[in-house]
Nanobody
């Protein structure tokens, strides 16, 4: 089992940047494909970026060019660099992990979840 703890959220103005972190503990993070999801109030949780065990990344269309997912297996940490933030990026951001290799961006693709970190973007 892997435990996930997100950090790095906050309140920023439109156009700003944030770097989210997700610290993994328990099983080695290198065993898992990792992803970032987000959920805005009243909306379903949506996958925004995923990175598999080999470093291959995928992004949902709405964040391509602004979000960058990366991982440091030695430090057991997953990152999400968010640039050019927009008010519509306001959401709770969650880290997720799935044993083995997946490129999925659906909630059903991941069995392990963190508690989330809030990102609020003002115009």
């Amino acid at each position: 089992q892997v435990r996930l703890l997100e950090s790095g959220g906050g309140s920023v103005q439109s156009g700003g940047s944030l770097r989210l972190s997700c610290e993994a503990s328990g099983n080695p993070m290198s065993w898992y494909s990792m992803a970032w999801f987000r959920q805005a109030p009243g909306r379903e949780r949506e996958g925004v970026a995923t990175i598999d065990r080999f470093g291959t990344t995928f992004y949902t269309r709405s964040v391509k060019g602004r979000f960058t997912i990366s991982r440091d297996n030695a430090d057991s940490t997953l990152y999400l660099q968010i640039n050019s933030l927009k008010p519509e990026d306001t959401a709770m951001y969650y880290c997720a992990a799935q044993f083995g290799r997946t490129h999925g961006l659906s909630v059903e693709d991941y069995a392990n979840w963190g508690q989330g970190t809030q990102v609020t973007v003002s115009s």
